[in-house]
Structures are given as C-alpha cells and as structure tokens.
C-alpha cells in the first residue's frame, strides 16, 4: 500500500480505453491498464459501448485497488458525445459521434445552428457537432426526448456513475458543440432557443470534487468510502494542463492519438480562423479560447503506413522526396482541413515495401501538421506529445519544416492522463513533464517538396 492515497485516471479515448494509477506523491505510475474501445453498430444507431466499458473499470478498479490505496478518481475522455439521462437511467444510448444522419435532418440542422463567427465552431460531418446529435435524437424520438432531465458530457456521465452527482463541464462543451461561444464564454443561441441550456446540470470546474464515490461502488471495487470523484476533462485539455503550469506563453501543443490536434495558446492576437478547414476555437480548463486546428492523423497515418508500429527511416524519406512521392489529402472520413477529399498516392505503385509506406505516413503527417500550424498562426515553441513525438523522424521533420520555432517532444506518451492527474491537486502538481528539444534533422529538397505539395493540395 502506497503512504498517500493514489490518484486513478478513467482515460476513454476513442480507440482505447484505460485507467491509470499514479501516485500522488511522486508522480510515477502504480497500475495500468487498457482495453479497445468498441462502437455498437446495431439497435437503434451506432452508439458507445457504456456497458462495456463499465464493466471494464469496474473491474481494473477493483485490481488496482487491491495493489494500493486509491484516493481520488477523476475521468478524462474524447469529446463530441453526450449522454442524455431520464433520471438516474440512460433515456437512449450514447451515439457515437461518427453515427450519420438522413439529410433531412442536416439540412434542418444546418439551418438552426448558429454562425461559426459565434460559435468559433466549424461546420463538421456525421456528429461531430454534438448538437446535431441531440437535434437529431429529438426529431426521431420525440417522446423519449421529452422525458429526458439531464444531458451529461462524456466526462461528466462518468463521474455521475460513480459519484451520483451530475455536472457540467466547460472543456467538452467547448468542444466544436455548437453549444458553446467561446469569446463570450456563454452558450450559443441554438442552445438557448431549443433550451438545451437547461437540460444540463450546473457548471463546475473540471478539478472540482463532485463528492465520494458512491457506496456501492466502493463495496464492489474495494475502494475505500471516501474516495473522492473530480468533475472531469476533455482528453485534448487534459495534455494541456501540465503545459500551461509549466510552459511560458505562447506556445502549440501537437497532441496526437486518432486525432492530432493542435492548440495555439496564450497567442497576443487571435487568428482568422476558416470554418470549412476545420479549424475551431477550443476552450481550455480556464475557459479561455484557444484557437485550433485538427486532422485525424493517428488513423490517416495508418491507412498509408498499413502498419502503424513499422519504424521510418531517414534515408527512405529522403528518397521519397528525390522521387517526388506524395500522399495527398485525405485518408480519413471525417474532420480535418481537406474533408470530403480522397486521399491518394502519387504515383500510384509508389509504396512497394512497408519501410516506403512507413516513410511516406511520416512525411505526410509532418506536413498536415505543418498546414495545420500555420492555420492557427502558431508561435514560441511547438510541443508534440502522444505517438507522433515517439516517431523521432517525424518530430524530426517537423523541426527542419519549422526553423522559425522550437520542437519539443514528451518523453512519455501518459500526456492524457498526467494531466488529469495534476487536476487533483496535491504535490503531484509540482512535477513537469520532461521535454526533449528535437534537432532539425538533414533531409535535401525538403522545402522544394513541401511547397510542390502545398500546389498539389
């Protein structure tokens, strides 16, 4: 048993699932572990497997608190989802933001929802506004819609599962809602016309303790009775926390994983931001507006690279850039400044062997990166944490396209989690992540080939 009381983080990204024990004292992980995170494709619509991934944690709890003494949990997870309660029950599953809609109900959507100008939230497909989701709940189950008390965002529902006390969040609401306008830090007027705005429970910061966890809880995982449950954090933010306690402003934040989302913060002057490029303002644990630009570059980088562990290397790239081997936008469904593009190679019979498709994800990742950078105006040094920092080459790449800017990269990919960690206050909050400065490596026609790209986009 650990001296001081751990601190567990439910991390719930969109293609794993994982709780993290840290010690809150010296900051080194205790317990750890990790499932996929699995979508329902049948019953009503695509929707999140919540009863799947109780179970999960019900029972990584329990093994972690039988290793040591866990004191806090507080939950991080991706954003865009909403659980929509009647009472203390799920009124209708959780949809999974990648769920379509008929066209009838973008059109009506599309028409109610407010200006981007307003919202500082763009346009995107499937459910990605999340407002769409519950305007699309209300047109197709109107009577279970009408009983509904409570919307939940994802982080939230799963503190209220274990606490029993409902709450509101600001980092997931800001996140591209349209619920949400960040400069005025007020809800939209869609919001407030269709009275969603009520339907949620009242704001708390994401490091508030929402209460103990509930007893029922604690007699089936062995918890003690008085561990406490935060309010919680969109996962994006959560990487923010450390950096923003440790980093002087401005700098950008490269956060990957399924999404790479770049966060310009602490800029003097706030960018022209363009709706259709999928950039957006995010809003960060203060409630500040922090102006952002995405592409889902773990899963666009999987789709060229075929294997996503296959390691790049650098005389590989360069022979791509010598025989002008490009990968154009986009290889993703969704989000992302070249949405509604198909993705393709150039030429077609390029990528013989896996080390040239290693290469070539590498390449192109670093230039999405790049275009997104430049979108949001990025200045002060470019931090890069989660898979894409343990890639050097890319990191790397980046550093020579970048010259103007410092490169750092995490010497961990526990970004998520740390930083969820770090909101339960205590000691652990004076520890800082270690930030590895990246040398611009030496690739020949770099520059020639980026700008040829940028034609060819």
Known sequence: MTRSPAIAVIDIGKTNAKLVVWDGVTGSILFETSRLNYSIE???YRHLDTDGLWDFYLGA???AASETEIGRIIVTTHGASVAVLKGNELALPVVDYENTYDRSINQAYDAARDAFEDSQSPLLPAGLNFGRQIFALEQTFREKMAQATDFLLYPQF?????????????????CHSDLWCPHEKTWSQLAKTRGWNQKFP???KAQDVLGPILPEIAKQTGLPPNC?????????????????KQVEPPFTLVSSGTWTICFSVGATSQPSLFEDCDTLCNVDLNGNAVPSARFMGGREY?????????IPDIPT???LIDEKCFALPSFADAGGPFTGRQGKVIPEDALSSPRKKAALATLYSALMTDYCLGMIESTGPVIVEGPFASNNVLCQLLAAIRLQQTVLATSDSSGTSFGAA??????????QRKLNPIAPGIFPNLETYRQKWREMI
Do not use: Y
């Open 228 to 244: 406490e449950i935060h309010c919680g954090i969109h996962d994006s933010n959560a990487s923010l926390v450390p950096l923003i």
């Open 317 to 319: 790239i360069t022979r």
């Open 202 to 204: 009242p704001m708390s």
């Open 42 to 44: 049948h019953g009503l």
């Open 422 to 431: 770090m909101l339960a206050d205590g000691p652990f909050t004076q520890h």
């Open 302 to 310: 999987a789709h060229i690279a075929d294997d996503p562990h296959q």
């Open 61 to 63: 709890l329990q093994q």
């Open 158 to 174: 799963w503190a209220w599962k274990l606490s029993g006390v409902k709450s509101c969040e600001v980092t997931s609401l800001g």
